[in-house]
């Protein structure tokens, strides 16, 4: 038997997009700091690589909007017409950064959607 609420909507769908779009901003918030982190290490003083980075969550979507220079500093080589392809100093301040985060975001999914976190869900739905 499946819980309505007063919408007609079913509570446990409800409970699990609460659940995933919490999760999606945790993850936002450890990803933008681990960046951070590693930018600073790494020498980036210019304040358009940290302001210019956004995340955005929307139900069970996250997007990243970003400058093209944060991919091109992640890069390991690149071509150039004169002299080919070069290998240059690499920064792993993106794809490092993100599939890490998305493996750990999978298995917050898969395994932290637990009968406790349902009912701490409920009550701040009641609230």
Same mark, same amino acid.
């Given at each position: 038997?499946?819980?309505?609420?007063?919408?007609?909507?079913?509570?446990?769908?409800?409970?699990?997009? @609460? /659940? +995933?779009?919490?999760?999606? $901003?945790?993850?936002?918030?450890?990803? #933008?700091?681990?960046?951070? &982190?590693?930018?600073?290490?790494?020498?980036?003083?210019?304040?358009?690589?940290?302001?210019?980075?956004?995340?955005?969550?929307?139900?069970?979507?996250?997007?990243?909007?970003?400058?093209?220079?944060? @991919? /091109? +500093?992640?890069?390991?080589? $690149?071509?150039?017409?004169?002299?080919? #392809?070069?290998?240059?100093? &690499?920064?792993?301040?993106?794809?490092?950064?993100?599939?890490?985060?998305?493996?750990?975001?999978?298995?917050?999914?898969?395994?932290?959607?637990?009968?406790?976190?349902?009912?701490?869900?409920?009550?701040?739905?009641?609230?």
């Amino acid at each position: 038997m499946k819980t309505l609420d007063r919408r007609g909507e079913n509570t446990e769908a409800i409970l699990k997009g @609460r /659940f +995933v779009e919490e999760q999606l $901003r945790e993850e936002a918030t450890d990803i #933008k700091a681990a960046q951070t &982190s590693l930018m600073s290490r790494r020498g980036f003083r210019s304040a358009d690589w940290y302001d210019k980075r956004t995340f955005t969550i929307s139900g069970n979507q996250m997007d990243y909007d970003h400058m093209p220079r944060h @991919r /091109f +500093v992640d890069m390991k080589t $690149r071509n150039t017409k004169s002299q080919g #392809k070069i290998r240059k100093k &690499s920064h792993p301040n993106h794809n490092r950064i993100f599939y890490g985060h998305a493996n750990n975001l999978i298995k917050r999914l898969h395994f932290g959607y637990t009968e406790a976190v349902k009912e701490q869900l409920s009550r701040d739905l009641d609230e």
